[in-house]
């Protein structure tokens, strides 16, 4: 495992260094980024979870690292524009707990933004934020995310998702099982109204009512 977690460090390093700006590739850098989350905050206490299973002690705020499939801090914030700033909360009380994490624009069209409640142990699907505040169940790959957090003052979170691994790896063969790869959509929308605002074909008549 943690050869595995070399190499796909490794990879996205040499992705980004080599400049591969292509959409297909910043779709798979994104992923890669999606396998992990490491930041670091302000709180107290301590939290583990296992997919929506979760126990802690916690009232923690993240500032910055790595979380959505992108790096993100708190400084990043634009006040001059009504977007979904990066932020991330936890509050857990052994049993009863609510947890809020939000990347901005790209983590928005990327549906990895969501708000979950656990009244009991589990955390419940409540709602998965969407753009103009339409709201639905939680992204899928809440539910395969192992994560754990420490806090004394500063803290410290990590993770690891096997199912944005296994996104990760099929998206090489241009299979989407998360719906998160958005620069390959907006190609394949921009051909769409290409062809549908095509001229006619040379020798083609139009008709006019």
């Known amino acids: 495992m943690k050869l595995l977690l070399q190499i796909l460090a490794l990879f996205c390093i040499a992705l980004f260094a080599q400049g591969c700006a292509t959409p297909y590739m910043i779709d798979r850098g994104r992923d890669v980024a999606d396998v992990f989350t490491a930041t670091v905050g302000i709180g107290a206490g301590a939290k583990a979870r296992i997919g929506p299973l979760q126990l802690g002690l916690l009232g923690c705020a993240d ?37 809020a994490s939000s990347g901005g624009q790209l983590a928005l069209k990327r549906n990895k933004t969501y708000f979950a409640v656990q009244p009991f142990l589990i955390t419940m699907p409540c709602s998965q934020i969407k753009p103009k505040r339409k709201y639905s169940v939680h992204p899928v790959e809440y539910f395969t995310q192992f994560e754990m957090v420490l806090a004394v003052g500063p803290s410290l979170r990590l993770g690891f998702n096997p199912g944005e691994l296994l996104d990760f790896i099929l998206g090489w063969g241009k299979v989407d099982i998360y719906d998160d ?13 290409e062809s549908t605002s095509a001229p006619p074909a040379a020798g083609t008549l139009e008709t006019h009512p």
């Open 63 to 99: 500032v910055a690292g790595i979380r959505l499939g992108q790096w993100y801090y708190v400084d990043s914030i634009d006040q001059h524009e009504n977007h979904l700033y990066p932020f991330a909360a936890d509050g857990a009380l052994l049993i009863v707990g609510a947890e």
């Open 181 to 193: 790869d958005v620069e390959i959509k907006k190609i394949e929308s921009n051909h769409g109204l």
